[in-house]
């Protein structure tokens, strides 16, 4: 495929132009890890850890008490925390793809699970490779399309910057993982696979003692299937959890039993993490590495009678947000910046020294989180945004998403529409469980039109358009990978219209 060739190659002159071009960080790089400003100083170090559907409602710092999460909480305390941290698109495949590129899933491509990200995007992997870092992903992938078992990447452009690589497509066997480093013969290992993933990251950290690294850990858990070593499942056994109003009984797989399990994963996963900070500390790393916490998305649980993602609400949008960096970041701060996937990667750029890439999207919170708070009316280079944007661009029965929406939130509002018509619009301060739909309240029209007004301009400034929507349920009996690999929803529908002999039938 023309693609790929071409990806290969841009690739390669962009490396070059990067080293050729910028000061090479590790030309300089001295050993001290202090954080200071002095000249030689080493970079920082970056670890990027993104459990798969951690709502940010279920953690401790955020003000649940029925989750047991010190080492998380304990983190909070120690670095930022953001509480208006948002998934653009909230669901696998395109937040992941958002993450490392920053840029929204219309430009990046991935519009939706399970298609492949494009070679010839430029990840924060391969930037930071190209200054001297170590690179590393360990965990579940979920970025390079196609058949999800057995799951192997081989070494080079599929692998979008990352020189060590021991993870695995997508499975969601939580018990008995499968996951490969550099050949097809897959590792199995008869454990929980959170305790594999930090076994791995562990050794990564032994080992790159001597260079600045970005290490991102990706866990399966707490995705459903629901569950965790019996240990923490005990835990929660006896559980009469503090469901919100918004909470409707009766929802298939998002019951009192769904959510037990769901808790104990998040104990299991905050377990990981304290073992991760741990081994930080213990291999003098803690204070120069930017350790970050987050998800790709939410999880309904039975709120507003929704399960899984998708959706334009807040358990389904927001994610964890903290930053620790103890040579920068005073402790204990509280943020309400509205940070967002796609100003992750230009805000861990420009901590570790780097300029931002002009053609990402997202904007840069770095100041927020050394201590001095930035301007509203951000861009990739200065202050923070005043509003959020979300993307969907097709349904999904399997979890009951209707069909494509766009949405804007500030800090005070949230509204969410589809291409023929407003959808909903919240008040958030008086109204944190969205239970009162105002978008066709009288005294709310001049609050619509303005948040009409923003996701107008942001689709404009952004490039994003109902053109990029479909009706079609790709998502749907696994059509995006039961087959073989696609780059595009067009690219998809056109090889289903010429193999109907393959594809599902439409209902």
């Not at 951000?378 to 399997?398: D, H, K, N, W, Y």
């Amino acid at each position: 495929m023309n693609l790929r060739r071409r990806s290969i190659s841009i690739r390669v002159v962009f490396a070059f132009f990067v080293v050729t071009s910028a000061p090479f960080a590790i030309a300089c790089a001295g050993t001290n890890g202090d954080g200071s400003d002095r000249p030689g100083r080493r970079p920082p170090n970056v670890l990027l850890i993104v459990p798969d559907q951690l709502r940010a409602q279920s953690l401790g710092c955020m003000g649940c008490s029925d989750v047991h999460t010190p080492n998380i909480d304990k983190l909070a305390s120690e670095g930022v925390l953001f509480k208006n941290t948002f998934a653009n698109t909230p669901v696998c495949c395109p937040a992941r793809a958002i993450l490392l590129t920053g840029k929204y899933a219309h430009k990046n491509g991935m519009k939706a699970n399970d298609l492949r990200l494009r070679e010839s995007e430029t990840t924060i992997a391969e930037i930071l490779a190209a200054r001297g870092y170590r690179t590393g992903f360990i965990g579940k992938w979920h970025l390079d399309g196609g058949l999800r078992v057995p799951g192997f990447v081989p070494p080079g452009p599929r692998r979008q910057g990352f020189d060590y690589w021991a993870a695995s497509e997508c499975s969601h066997e939580h018990f008995k993982p499968r996951y490969f480093l550099d050949d097809p013969r897959p590792i199995v290992e008869n454990r929980f696979e959170t305790e594999v993933w930090t076994d791995r990251a562990i050794e990564f950290l032994r080992s790159t003692r001597d260079r600045p690294f970005f290490l991102v850990v990706a866990p399966g858990p707490p995705h459903d299937p629901y569950g965790a070593p019996e240990r923490y499942m005990n835990e929660y056994e006896n559980l009469e959890p503090k469901l919100g109003p918004d909470y409707v009984p009766g929802i298939q797989g998002a019951g009192i039993k769904e959510i037990r399990a769901y808790y104990a994963a998040i104990t299991a996963v905050d377990s990981a993490i304290g073992r991760l900070v741990g081994a930080l500390a213990e291999l003098d790393l803690a204070e120069n590495t930017i350790v970050v916490v987050t998800s790709d998305h939410g999880d309904m649980l039975g709120s507003h009678g929704m399960r899984l993602k998708r959706k334009p609400y807040e358990e389904s949008i927001r994610v964890p947000g903290i930053v620790r960096y103890p040579a920068k970041a005073k402790p204990g701060r509280v943020s309400r910046a509205l940070w967002s996937h796609v100003d992750f990667a230009p805000t861990l750029l420009k901590l570790c020294g780097v300029d931002v890439p002009g053609d990402m999207q997202g904007a840069d919170l770095s100041t927020e989180i050394a201590g001095a708070p930035a301007l509203n009316g951000g861009s990739a280079t200065r202050g923070t945004p005043e509003s959020v944007f979300f993307q969907i661009f097709l349904p999904f029965a399997g979890d009951g998403t209707p069909g494509a929406w766009r949405g804007v939130r500030t800090e005070r509002h949230m509204y969410a529409r589809t291409e023929k018509s407003s959808w909903l619009l919240y008040d958030l301060e008086n109204d944190p469980y969205e239970l009162k739909n105002l978008v066709d309240d009288p005294a709310s029209t001049n609050i619509k039109e303005r948040m009409e007004k923003i996701l107008i301009d942001t689709m404009e400034r952004t490039g994003d358009s109902w053109s990029e929507d479909t009706d079609a349920p790709l998502e749907d009996e696994g059509r995006l990978y039961r087959f073989r690999t696609f780059y595009s929803i067009p690219e998809f529908l056109e090889w289903e219209r010429t193999h109907p002999e393959l594809a599902p039938k439409r209902k």
